[in-house]
């Protein structure tokens, strides 16, 4: 089974103060992080001793799962940008409105 990465939690833990919380915060994990990480596990494995093709696939997939999530999040904003823009033309002319409720 493919285990996803966590995002970091950027709230505060209750033994920290908000103002450790800004210091200590990780930024998200995106896609350029991401293979930045892989390319330097590939570039810096024991060519004795190579990583497991098992564990690369798996994290291929992993990345696979990633640059979907946020292409499905980026999709969602869109819609939900159109969707207030539908909304904001609807209510900002009611007169519209009440007439095509009587047609």
């Known amino acids: 089974m493919i285990t996803p990465i966590a995002h970091a939690s950027t709230t505060p ?4 103060s908000s103002s450790d919380a800004g210091a200590a915060a990780t930024p998200p994990v995106n896609e350029t992080m991401f293979l930045q990480l892989l390319v330097a596990q590939l570039q810096n494995q ?3 001793n190579p990583t497991d093709s098992t564990t690369f696939v798996t994290q291929l ?22 969707l207030d823009t539908i909304s904001a033309a609807y209510t900002s002319s009611p007169t519209q409105s009440s007439s095509k409720s009587q047609a």
């Open 13 to 16: 833990t209750s033994g920290s």
């Open 46 to 48: 024991d060519p004795m």
């Open 61 to 82: 997939a992993q990345f696979q799962q990633l640059e979907q999530s946020i292409n499905n999040g980026q999709d969602l904003s869109a819609m939900r940008q159109d």
